[in-house]
């Protein structure tokens, strides 16, 4: 099973993917594959960030992935073809506060509340052919982040259904 663990930046992708891969489980990092320039980026200016072409980058991934079972992390995860898709969420409030602490800036930091808040990432993945669940880790250790994955992973559907989720009375607030 192929499985895309995604979600907003800040929301413990990476934390919980290394607790996976210590558990046994195949983590790759999409972000490793970009970094060690297996695939061609256009630097977008405005947004200071890379852009990725999900095509290639699903290449890449089909061409490197070991045999059984695998965990895609990254942001663009749900873009790439895979049998299930985990969208990690956190409260924009608590999200924002996460990202202050990498030292964002405040532009990006409201840029990536708005779209936590809009649930950008969670359409995205339902819009994929792809089973979706999603896991609140606003509460959560990264332990517990972990823990919850494990869950959704041996099969664990109705807890993490989508649309459990809601953001709206903070989004509201914004108003
Ligand atoms: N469950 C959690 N509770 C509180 N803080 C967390 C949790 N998981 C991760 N963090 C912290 O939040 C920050 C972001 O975590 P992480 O780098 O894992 O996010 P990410 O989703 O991989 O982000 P990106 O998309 O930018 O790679 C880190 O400083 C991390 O220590
Ligand atoms: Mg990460």
């Known amino acids: 099973m192929l499985v895309a663990l995604t979600g907003t930046p ?4 990476s934390t919980a993917g290394e607790l996976l891969r210590s558990g046994g489980w195949t983590v ?5 594959l970009v970094r060690q320039g297996k695939v061609s980026t256009v630097l977008d200016r405005e947004r200071d960030s890379l852009e990725v072409d999900t095509d290639e980058l699903d290449e890449v ?3 490197s992935l ?8 990254g942001h663009l995860s749900h873009f790439l073809s895979v049998d299930l898709v985990i969208v990690l969420r956190c409260r924009p409030s608590v999200l924002a506060d996460r990202l202050r602490s ?7 930091i409201r840029e990536n509340i708005e779209a ?3 649930d950008v990432i969670l359409v995205e993945a339902v819009d994929s052919d792809a089973e979706v669940a999603e896991i609140d880790t606003t509460h959560l ?5 972990a823990a919850a994955i494990e869950e959704v992973l041996a099969g664990e559907r109705e807890k993490y259904a989508v649309g459990h989720v809601d953001w709206s009375d903070e989004v509201m607030s914004w108003f």
Do not use: F, H, N, Q
């Not at 790759?28 to 490793?32: G, M, P, Q, R």
């Not at 250790?141 to 982040?145: D, F, K, L, P, V």
């Open 141 to 145: 250790s990264a332990e517990g982040t």
């Open 10 to 13: 800040g929301t413990g992708k």
């Open 28 to 32: 790759i990092e999409l972000s490793d």
């Open 66 to 73: 070991p045999e059984g079972d695998a965990v895609l992390v």
């Open 61 to 63: 991934v089909r061409s």
């Open 116 to 118: 936590e808040g809009c």
């Open 102 to 108: 990498r030292g964002w800036s405040d532009r990006k």
